[in-house]
């Protein structure tokens, strides 16, 4: 499922959401900038004490590691294990250039 509320301009959510987001280290200007903040280079899995805030939101660890960290948060083996690395292999990544 596509995460349409990550898109939502920071004024647009509500108090609770705004709250939740903050507490991922998203400020106003890294939350309307989808790839800016550092917090989406890590795994949900590495999100820690993080997660609940994450869960908050409507993240689940499939949503979060496929749209918002993209897998970069994952060794390559990690990918095979997801099964997607494939998809990677299709545009043109190798476990050279992925841990590269």
Do not use: M
């Amino acid at each position: 499922d596509f995460p349409e509320f990550r898109f939502v301009l920071w004024s647009s959510l509500n108090g609770a959401d705004r709250s939740s987001a903050s507490d991922l280290t998203y400020t106003e200007e890294t939350w309307n900038t989808p790839g800016s903040a550092t917090i989406e280079y890590l795994a949900f899995s590495d999100l820690r004490n993080r997660q609940n805030p994450a869960k908050k939101l409507g993240f689940i660890e499939e949503i979060w590691d496929c749209y918002i960290n993209h897998y970069e948060g994952y060794d390559w083996d990690d990918l095979e294990d997801e099964e997607v690395q494939q998809f990677f292999r299709i545009l043109g990544w190798s476990e050279k250039s992925w841990e590269g």
